[in-house]
């Protein structure tokens, strides 16, 4: 079974084009699911595994507690692989095709109010340093491109064109796509760059580095960010990816199309981008509840 996982992840990354995070995320789930059937069914062959293991999986998952969202990736994880093993004539049943997966509550997504946001920038600066310097930009490009931590990290010094005023970003299966960006953003990143060189002779390829001049990694995006919003916002996250549900709220909030929102995000439907609305609905409902003399 190991090495059928293997195979398909191969595929996945060279094949798919799928980046090396998510190809992460498939092995976790895949391999997950093939020790749980092992532990609890002592079985080793994938072509033994029914519906009846599967769901009996799946039950044991939300057992213990795992979110609907998460249990839904994993029932993803295995979709994929076993059209995959289908396609490659590996298995003759999809035991898939009958599970039915959680319903997931709608939720609104956290984000940083626009004050809180104004406050957030008037209180950290460039620096004379290096990692001042970076970490102001790392906050800088979440908040004004909306772009994800992974789409941030994957940054060169050529995927921003001055010229054209935008910075080309490579998103979820290896796609690319254009987000604009203001003057101001772009003189902070050559001012950036200025910094970056001098404090590092030989450097990687990336824009974005660690404090020895080395890739940047997701943990240490998390810990810049993470740092910043536990002293000075109230939204109850504090990761990279509340920027990115705060740029989008507040496109929506000053009348942005949702299509618009959508085509920067990256989303492959409005069905994910249409969570934004609600938002904005939000902010209609607290201003006629306080504009209005009969609200």
Known sequence: MKELIDNFLLYLSSQKRFSKYTVISYKNDLSSAA????????????????????????VD????????????????????FYKYLVKKS????NPMLKVISPKIPRRLPDYVSKTDIA??????????????????????????TGMRKSELIGLTDESVDYAQKRIAVVGK??????????????????????????????????????DKGKPMYPKLVYNVVNRVLVSMATSTKKSPHILRHTFATHMANNGAELNTIKELLGHASLAATQVYTHNSIEKLKDVYSRSHPKA
Not at 66 to 80: G, T
Not at 192 to 210: A, D, G, H, V
């Open 35 to 58: 020790k749980y059937v092992l532990e609890t069914y002592e079985i080793k062959d994938i072509r033994k595994i029914s519906f009846f293991h599967i769901r009996s999986y799946i």
């Open 61 to 80: 998952l939300m057992k213990n507690g795992m979110s609907a969202k998460s249990v839904n990736r994993k029932i993803s994880s295995l979709r994929s």
């Open 90 to 93: 590996i298995v003759d049943k």
């Open 119 to 144: 406050i957030l920038f008037d209180s950290i600066s460039f620096g004379n340093t290096y990692c001042e310097a970076r970490n102001y930009i790392i906050m800088l490009l979440l908040y004004n």
């Open 173 to 210: 299966g290896n796609k690319q796509r254009i987000i604009p960006v203001t003057n101001d953003l772009l003189t902070k990143i050559r001012k950036y760059i200025q910094i970056r060189n001098q404090s590092f002779e030989c450097r990687e390829s990336f824009l974005l580095l660690t």
